[in-house]
């Protein structure tokens, strides 16, 4: 891996306790060193999640000031000189989590007036946090300023807990390299302060509790404070970073609602499609293939191709991930799958194409499948030539 270093300016920082560490609003002297500094300000928006919760009686559950202690515990240890706004939409469980959670955290956030701030930095539950990331990512694909999301794999006062360190490492990204875009920043278990784009992190796997980037490489980490950029082929440089600000889609607005349900299914052997049946028709269903683009076709129950014919007929919109390249040979049972109608997306994680869809089949700016091949914020990795 090759990793470019990347800040904007040097921050002079030293110690100020808050005058509020409690309320909405914690406050820092606006000199620092004798020198007139502008005082770097944040918003901060709590949502609940691990690290929004406390222990009583070994059960781990959301508490009401928690958002607070995080705040209160950053200060003491690092002694920043920075103002923070907070924000609490929602306070959850993330597995508890559902779009229309999304509708209420989206909804805030889209009445911030964003040009107050120099980034804001969301707090969630690890369990849903890419789908949450990548919601973020498409609706505020044109952010003039960081906005980062992160989490906790433990309760603030657990051992061992990595929730400040992640905050830390979310106020340092914000402050040192001022870059445009949503991300999603997090500790791994080699003590890897991660970088992800927030359209590509996925769910971390059941064992080590360890998150990954799609397509095998994060966008780069948080090393001593500052951020280096993983140069790869997948990773989009600086330069295109800025020029998205310039993208809106126009996709939301204060009356958007998930009203409209979309499903999601995985293939395993032997997945029965007779027993899917729909008492409430969705509006679109993301099926997922195997990594060779591949699903069953050959067997009547388990035939996805039959299952993929059955939804056209019922008016139900099948899109398929992930293809690497549709132009290049395919097998018999792709193209089988395809023939029967199926929309192919090439190259998008499971979680972003879920989230993507959620907003598709619920804007009213474009025709859904327009609005899901247009590319918002890097979800789509560069094709196998």
Known sequence: MVFQIFHSQSLCLRNQSAKNALGTNLYAQKECAGIGVKMKKILVVFTGGTIGSRIHNSTIDVDEESGFY???LFQDKYHYDLEFDTLQPINILSENCTPNHWEILLNAMWQIDRSK???IIVTHGTD???YTSASISFIFNDTEIPIVITG???ALDGEGSNGLN?????????INTALPGV?????DNHGKNVVYLASRIQEADSYNDQFSGFGGDAFGEIRNGEFLLNNNRINPQVDRLKEQIHSHTGSFDAKFTFHNQIIAIRPY???DYSILQFAKKPKAILHSLYHSGTGCTDVADCSIAEFVKRCREEGIDLYLISFKNIDRDL??????ILENGAIPLQNISFEAAYAKLCIAYNQTEMPPQEYMIKELFFEYLPRFS
């Open 128 to 130: 849903t946090l890419p």
């Open 70 to 72: 995080l705040l209160k």
């Open 152 to 154: 906790s794999n433990y």
């Open 117 to 119: 701030y120099d980034g």
């Open 166 to 174: 992640n905050f830390c490492c979310s106020v340092e990204f914000v």
């Open 331 to 336: 097998y018999r049972t792709s193209r089988e």
């Open 269 to 271: 052997p032997g997945l």
């Open 183 to 187: 991300y999603t920043i997090y500790e």
